[in-house]
């Protein structure tokens, strides 16, 4: 008999764990590989044992996860800041809306492989800078607070090239698309290379930048629909970004490369 009720007992306790994994809530959530998906993997243990199943898909662009988030195609995503969502919702009709509180800012930089100081740019530099409109914006306000361009306000967070006022060294723009700025590091003077690309590049905007934004409203943070954001499953990883563990994980992991925003 006690060997029956040792087997019971057994069997209980496996259809009770079987039970409990069953009832773990499937969440899949874009990500740029650097540090996004990064900081989302060292996450999953902490939620698996909240019951969510979070599953962390990496793209390598700044579309596809608004345009999948918008289509339920995926849950979720991590990857932007608000201003970039604001200017994607507007000029895509999309219904993207934040469901975190900030989770970290990754520092804006200036590279060059061939100059060491903003002095030494030669007349008509070749500068690389992001294509799509919100951080072309962030490229040309680091521009002007390095001193290389002066544009028309710098209070406006979505500057073009006709907004520059002042350009005494003659800098030549190019607009790329962000992740392929990396790549061309040695072809052009100098590139603005958003932290996620850089990091990926090896570059850490605080050791390798030839000058950096000194203040940002550009914190990362989680993005869903109106008719997720409030899930359970959605809130409790909310949480878990801006948890103790996650902060200290950023701290560690890239040493003031991405700083925690909370």
């Known amino acids: 008999m006690k060997r029956v009720s040792k087997l019971f007992a057994a069997l209980s306790l496996s259809v009770a764990a079987l039970a409990v994994h069953a009832e773990n809530v499937k969440l899949v959530v874009a990500a740029s590989p650097v540090p996004h998906a990064e900081i989302l993997e060292a996450l999953k243990p902490t939620l698996a044992k909240q019951g969510v199943d979070l599953q962390v898909k990496v793209f390598n662009d700044y579309v596809l996860p608004n345009t999948q988030v918008e289509e339920k195609q995926l849950d979720a995503n991590f990857f932007q800041h608000i201003p970039y969502l604001d200017k994607f919702n507007k000029d895509r009709g999309t ?99 958003n932290a996620n690309y850089a990091l990926e590049a090896k570059l850490n905007p605080k050791k390798d930048g030839l000058f950096t934004e000194t203040t940002s409203p550009y914190a990362n943070l989680l993005v869903a629909r109106p008719d997720n954001k409030n899930s359970a499953a959605i809130k409790k990883l909310a949480a878990a970004l801006n948890s103790p563990e996650a902060k200290k994980f950023i701290e560690t992991k890239y040493q003031g490369a991405v700083i925690p925003a909370f």
């Open 95 to 193: 219904h993207l809306v934040v469901a975190s509180k900030p989770v970290h800012i990754e520092p804006f930089a200036a590279y060059s492989s061939k100059y060491k100081k903003v002095a030494e740019l030669p007349q008509g530099a070749t500068v690389a800078i992001p294509n799509d409109p919100t951080n072309a914006g962030r490229a040309l306000l680091l521009l002007d607070q390095g001193g290389v361009i002066k544009l028309k306000d710098r209070k406006n967070i979505y500057p073009t090239t006709k907004d520059i006022v002042s350009n005494p060294k003659n800098i030549k723009i190019k607009e790329l698309e962000a992740a392929t700025l990396p790549r061309v590091l040695n072809q052009v003077d100098v590139a603005l290379i």
